[in-house]
C-alpha cells in the first residue's frame, strides 16, 4: 500500500465535509455537506436493504461512495446539469488510483450507475429520500415542500422506500423530540 497516496486520498475525501450540497442555491435553508449527505444516504440505505433482503454491505458502501468525485467535479444541481457537464468518471478514477480500494470502488460505482442490480436500486432510492429527509426539515411553505417531496418521490423504485417517502411528508421533523417529551 502507498501510505503517502491513501493519505492524500483520505484528505481529498475529508474536504467533502466542507462542500455544501448545490441545492442551497435554490433553497438557502439547506446546510446540507456532501459529506453528510453521504453519511444519512448510507444509513438509510441499511434500512431498506434490510427490508429489501439485499447485500447490506454492497449497499452501504454504494451509498458512502456515490459522491466522492464530487471532491473534484463539485455537486451540480438538477439546474445545473441542463448546462454543466462534468467528467465524473475521470474525476472518480484519478481520484482512487493507486489506493488499495481502487477496484472495488470503480465496481460499485458502475453498477450504482448502472441501476440494474437491486442493490444499486435501493441504494439510488436512499440517495432520493435523503432529498426528502433534508427539505422536509427546511422547507416552510407547505405548498413548496409537497412539490419538492413529490418530485423526489417520483422516481423511486422500491416499495419500502415509496412508504418511507409517504412517512417522512407526513411527519413532522420534530416530533422524534416531542416524543421524548411526553
Not at 500500500?1 to 475525501?13: G, S
Not at 446539469?81 to 462534468?86: E, G, M, N
Not at 435523503?130 to 417520483?154: F, G, H, M, P, R
Request: with cysteine; aromatic share 6%.
Amino acid at each position: 500500500m502507498n501510505r503517502d497516496r491513501v493519505a492524500d486520498f483520505l484528505f481529498e475525501i475529508g474536504t467533502l465535509r466542507n462542500m455544501r450540497r448545490m441545492q442551497s442555491q435554490i433553497l438557502p435553508e439547506s446546510n446540507d455537506s456532501i459529506a453528510s449527505h453521504s453519511f444519512e444516504v448510507a444509513i438509510i440505505g441499511m434500512i431498506l436493504a434490510r427490508s429489501e433482503n439485499a447485500d447490506e454491505n454492497k449497499v452501504i458502501k454504494m451509498c458512502l461512495f456515490h459522491d466522492i468525485a464530487e471532491a473534484r467535479i463539485g455537486d451540480a444541481n438538477f439546474i445545473h446539469k441542463f448546462y454543466v457537464q462534468a467528467d465524473e468518471d475521470k474525476a472518480l478514477r484519478d481520484q482512487i488510483a493507486d489506493t488499495p480500494i481502487a477496484e472495488e470502488i470503480l465496481a460499485i460505482i458502475n453498477e450504482f450507475e448502472a441501476r440494474e442490480s437491486k442493490e444499486a436500486i435501493i441504494a439510488k432510492d436512499a440517495d432520493l429520500l435523503d432529498q426528502i429527509l433534508v427539505q422536509s426539515a427546511t422547507i416552510k411553505n407547505a405548498e413548496d415542500k409537497k412539490l419538492w417531496n413529490e418530485n423526489s418521490a417520483k422516481d423511486l423504485q422500491t416499495e419500502i422506500a415509496k412508504e418511507l417517502a409517504k412517512a417522512l411528508s407526513d411527519t413532522n421533523p420534530l416530533s422524534w423530540v416531542y416524543k421524548m417529551a411526553e
